[in-house]
């Protein structure tokens, strides 16, 4: 089971000095819930990939001593599941929901070379855009509901704002994405720093903590 963690890394930075991080030492089992019980596990390999390279990483493992189990820290850059990098990911759904874009153009984005394969492939893509249509409306109510304990004037809660207007749940959570991060931002200074680009990394590694499960 991961525990998902925020670095503010690339993973290009993540790769070349994994040794040297101080990776932070989960406090509380999420097995047994037993705090302060975990031990250093040595680690894993893992070869996330964008769009033309793939990347050799090493994920933080850790041994519970109450109930002998494992956890790994897995940084916001990675989801569960995929191997892509979540920025390939983010690109495909916001192109997708945001843009109304084709799946010819998308499987096309960004492509060194017209005469190359590009990939994901489209059957891909096709997976995940489906994945996060299907997980959005349990994420969407996540945030809403937040937001809506600190900030009920905010657009995202307008019964008639834009977030109703949308086309879909899928690209209601993008926006209220977008929302979550501006709120975020006054709330929480290691984001502050974040643009447009991180919203989903950041909703990512909030939504996990609070056991919302996959995002794509």
Known sequence: MPIVA???YTVQFY???FAQLDIPRPRACPHCQAVDSFIGHGSYPRKPLDRWED???RIKRWLCKACQRTVSTLPSFLLRYRHYLLTV???VVTARFEDDASWRRI???GQRDPDDDSIPSQRTIRRWCASFAAQAPRWLAA???TLAQHDATLP???PL???TAARSPAAALLYAATQFLAWAKTEWAHVATYGLNDRLRLLWHWGHARGLGRLV
Do not use: M, N, T
């Open 6 to 8: 925020e670095f503010h």
């Open 15 to 17: 790769q070349r000095h």
């Open 55 to 57: 990347y050799r990483i």
């Open 89 to 91: 990911i983010r690109d």
């Open 107 to 109: 499987e096309r984005q």
């Open 143 to 145: 945030v809403q509901q």
């Open 156 to 158: 995202l809660l307008d």
């Open 161 to 163: 704002g834009e977030a």
